[in-house]
C-alpha cells in the first residue's frame, strides 16, 4: 500500500498546476516583454530580460544563505518588539502621507467627494453614479465616519484623514502578514524575508495615498488567513474566516475568492477522511451555520449601502458582472475600460436585458478570436495582469493636483512616490525585480510544498485571482489585494525542507 504522503491528492495535483501556470507567468513576462509591452508598460528602468537573471542570483543567494544558517535558527524578536517596530513604522507611514498626499481622480474622486457631501449633510452632487457602480457604495459609507469626525473638527481638507486611515490599514495588513508567516513557518530567514518585504513592498507602498477599493480591503484576506491559521475551535474558526471575508467583499467582491480557497480545502479535506459519522456531521453543521452566520453582517451592510445611495439593494440602472465580462473579451482594449461598452450597456433599460445582452456579445467575441486568437488574447491579458510589480500604482489614478509641500523632506519624498518624481522610475524598477523574484519563489512552494495546506489555498486562490482577471477587466492593480498571499506563498519557499545530503554536510563541518 502506497505510503499517505505518496497517495493521490487533488489539492496536491492543483498546486503543482499552479506551479506551471507561475513558470509560464514568469517566461511570457521575460521572453515575451518585447512583443506584450505595447499592451502594458511599465515604469521599470530595466527590461525583465535583465531583471529576471538579477532575481534569480538573488534567489539562489537567498537559498543559500538559509542552507548556511538553518542551524543558527532562534526564537526570534519577542512579538512585542515586533508590535513596537510597527509602531514605529506607523509613524514613518503617517510623515510620508503628510508629505506626499493629494487629490486623485477617476472613480476614487466619485468615491471620497460623496462620502465628504454625507459628512458635510449635503446634496450628493453625483448620485446616479452609485446607480452606474454601486459596488463603491459600501467605501463610500465606510469613508463618511471618518469625515465626518474631521469636518467636526474644522480640518481645512477633510480629505486628507482617509490617507492617514490607508497608513494605518497597510500597517495593520503588513503585521497580519507577518503573524501569519510566524503561523506557517520556524524559519527566522523566512520571518525576518516577509517582514522586511511587507514594509518595503506593502505598508510603505505609494498606495498609502490612494483610498479606494484596493487599500481599504486588502487587509480583510490576510486577516481570515490569521483566523484560519490560528483558531483552533472550527465554528469559531470559520465565523471569523466569513466575517473578514465578506467584510472585505463587501468592499471589493474578489476577496471572496480568498473564502472560496479555504472552503474548498476543508470540504476537500472532510470528504477525504471519509469520517461520516453522527459527531463529523454535527461539527460539519457547526461549521456550516459558522460560514453562513459570519457571511451576515459583510452582505447586509454591502445591501444597506447601495441601497441607501440609489434607492435599491439591486440598482437597475448597474453595470453588474457581466458587462465586465464583456469587456473583459474585448480584443480591441484586452480587457481594459471601453467607452463603448459601457456605451452599449447602458442602452438597456432594464437589468436582465442589460445582463442577456452582454452575455451574447462576450460569447460572440469569444467565438470570433477563434482557437489561436483566443491563446493570443488571453496570453497578452496575463501579461497585463502581471507585469507591474507595483500594481500600476503610478498609472491608475488621474492626477488633479500635485503634493504641495516644498520642505527638503516632502521634496524628496515626492520624488521617490509620485510618478512625475525623479527616483520614481528606479523604486518600480526595485518593485519589478522583487515582483519577479517573489514569483519565482512562488512556483518552487508550488511543486516543493505542494501537500502542505496552506500551499493549496494559495494555490487554489491565487489561480482563481489569475483566472478573474483573465474573465473579466483587467488591470494590475486587482492583484493588490493578494499582494500578502504572494509573498507567503514566496516565504514558503524559502523554508523549503533541505535536501538530506545537505544536513550531512552541516555535520561533517
Known sequence: MQARSKRFSLPAALSVLAGVMFVFLVAVLVVGQPAFSQYYENRSLLKNLTLWPASLVGMALLMWGRARREGLQGSGRSLWRMRALFVALLAVQLVTVRSIWYKMGWDVFDVYTTAEELARGQALSNAEYFSLCPNNAPLTILQTLPLWVAVQLGMAV??????????????LTAYFTVRCAQRLTQSRRARGFVLVVSILWIAMSPYLIYPYTDTWSVLFP??????????????LKWLLVSLASFAGAAIKPTVLIVWIALVALALWRF???????????????????????????????QRASTA???????????????HYLMMGMNDETYGGHSPDDV?????FETLAQRKQA???????RIEEKGLMGNLRFFVIKAYKAYADGSFAVNSSFLDLEIPKRTDALSTF???LYHKKGSLNPLCHTVAQGLWLAMLMLCAVAYFTRRRHPAVQVFSLALMGATAYLLLFEVWPRYLFVFAPLYLLLAAMAVDVPLPARWNKRRAKA
Not at 441607501?308 to 457581466?322: D, H, I, R
Not at 456605451?343 to 442602452?347: E, G, N, P
Not at 452582454?358 to 460572440?364: I, K, S, Y
Open 158 to 171: 477633510p480629505f486628507v484623514v482617509l490617507p492617514y486611515l490607508d497608513a494605518v490599514l497597510l500597517n
Open 413 to 415: 519624498l515626492r520624488s
Open 358 to 364: 452582454n452575455l451574447r456579445v462576450a460569447w460572440e
Open 271 to 301: 470528504l477525504a477522511r471519509k469520517d461520516f459519522s453522527a459527531a463529523a456531521w454535527k461539527r460539519a453543521l457547526a461549521v456550516l451555520a459558522a460560514l453562513v452566520l459570519g457571511a451576515v453582517p459583510g452582505q447586509v451592510f
Open 308 to 322: 441607501y445611495l440609489t434607492g435599491s439593494a439591486v440598482p437597475e440602472g448597474q453595470l453588474s458582472e457581466t
Open 222 to 235: 490576510v486577516l481570515a488567513l490569521y483566523a484560519w491559521l490560528s483558531v483552533r475551535r472550527p465554528a
Open 343 to 347: 456605451a452599449f450597456s447602458q442602452s
